[in-house]
């Protein structure tokens, strides 16, 4: 049974930082492309990052500079550093990992690879004020 969850969302001031977990368990999620989206209210999922099975990641162009994704494959679990939030970065975010081997693990402008097929957590939430 696969599960992806998610932790470390909570209400910052604009300007904070936060670091977001995805704990993983049931698969190897270092095999496959990892990300991060978020949703806010009334508005489209959007990916934010990705990183690959090598450890190459890519990010949508409206959180370049500011956000980190990383993951650790001995602990299955994918993190996003946030830094200097902003009031527009308050979503729910999610994490999920492909389950096919894919060559699209990137981003183009702001839009990041999704996978077609895959897993995804329940989101947590970030609030920025």
């Known amino acids: 049974h696969v599960q992806l969850v998610e932790s470390g969302g909570g209400s910052v001031q604009t300007g904070g930082s936060l670091t977001l977990s995805c704990t993983v368990s049931?698969?190897?999620?270092?095999?496959?492309?990892m990300g991060w989206f978020r949703q806010a209210p009334g508005k489209e999922r959007e990916g934010v990052a990705v990183?690959?099975?090598?450890?190459?990641?890519d990010y949508a162009d409206n959180v370049k500079g500011r956000f980190t994704i990383s993951r650790d494959n001995v602990k299955n679990t994918l993190f996003l550093q946030i830094d200097s939030l902003k009031p527009e970065d308050s979503a729910m975010y999610f994490c999920?990992?492909?389950?096919?081997?894919?060559?699209?693990?990137?981003?183009?402008?702001?839009?990041?690879?999704?996978?077609?097929?895959?897993?995804w957590g329940q989101g947590t939430q970030v609030t920025v004020s």
């Open positions: 049931g698969y190897t999620s270092s095999r496959y492309c």
């Open positions: 990183i690959d099975s090598d450890g190459t990641t």
């Open positions: 999920a990992g492909d389950s096919t081997v894919t060559r699209a693990c990137y981003c183009i402008g702001d839009y990041c690879y999704t996978p077609v097929s895959g897993y």
